[in-house]
């Protein structure tokens, strides 16, 4: 609905069915046919330098989103819709998507690490808002040797910064490469990031500290980074090991605390 500032974002589910975004059902004072939701992470909390969002003491889920009132002088916060990697021969390729409606210019800085934690400008442009509506591509024609790893920084002209995710390619003939393992401690689900050269089914095999077997899972992967969901919320508190074994044969083991 047009306002006149930016309104307080609102999280909700509807009561039934879909969510219809449209002036009938999100007015001024909230959404029809919906309950709020209470996010109770309130701090900017981030997994691999993603923002998320967490809900407690919610049974059912038919649908939902983010909601606030826009007013026709608001300014749309700048927002990164994907960035993702691949290769292509010798070189990285990098693809992303930003919205920046309402800003006149957006600069945007790709960045690379050997390590994950000291990132150095790799391409830097300004860009207008009609730039924004198109998709971006960028090579990296000389990948470091190893592991590289790769992320967007926007920059308004208020100078607020953003922060896209990280993703990871492996610079050599063959191998894959665990990245991460998110959160640690586990409560419930756990996504394991990790690269690979080569796609294909990798086998993931779960032992307790005794080195008993708890499940074998069948995973597949494509070239590239991964993000794969693993379910641990039927195994005991306590510690354990991942061993991912590639098709190739190649095995790396992530170690991980299960609450």
Do not use: M
């Not at 390729?93 to 309402?102: F, P, S």
């Not at 960045?111 to 198109?134: A, H, M, P, W, Y």
């Not at 690269?195 to 077997?213: A, E, P, R, Y």
């Amino acid at each position: 609905n047009s306002g006149s500032n930016l309104k307080v974002p609102t999280w909700f589910k509807t009561n039934s069915g879909a969510f219809t975004a449209d002036a009938a059902h999100v007015i001024a004072d909230g959404v029809i046919n919906a309950i709020p939701l209470t996010d109770v992470n309130t701090t900017g909390n981030t997994i691999n330098n993603v923002l998320y969002a967490q809900f407690n003491n919610v049974s059912s889920f038919s649908g939902g989103t983010y909601a606030a009132d826009v007013g026709s002088t608001s300014v749309l916060p700048v927002s990164i819709a994907y960035f993702k990697a691949s290769k292509q021969g010798g070189e990285h390729i990098l693809n992303w998507k930003i919205t920046c409606v309402g800003t006149a210019t957006l600069k945007i800085i790709l960045e690379r690490s050997s390590d994950g934690k000291i990132f150095n400008s790799l391409n830097e442009q300004l860009v207008t808002e009609t730039r924004c509506l198109q998709a971006f591509t960028q090579s990296d024609a000389a990948p470091l040797a190893g592991i590289n790893y790769y992320r967007l920084v926007t920059i308004s002209p208020d100078g607020k910064k953003g922060y896209s995710n990280i993703v990871v390619l492996l610079n050599k003939t063959n191998g894959f490469q665990i990245i991460s393992v998110a959160p640690n401690p586990v409560k419930d689900v756990a996504v394991f990031n990790f690269t690979t050269i080569k796609g294909g089914i990798f086998v993931f095999h779960l032992t307790d500290v005794s080195g008993k077997n708890i499940f074998t899972k069948k995973v597949s992967v494509t070239d590239g980074n991964n993000l794969i969901p693993v379910d641990f919320s039927g195994v005991r508190s306590g510690i354990y090991a991942l061993k991912i074994t590639s098709g190739d044969g190649e095995i790396l083991t992530q170690a991980f605390t299960k609450l």
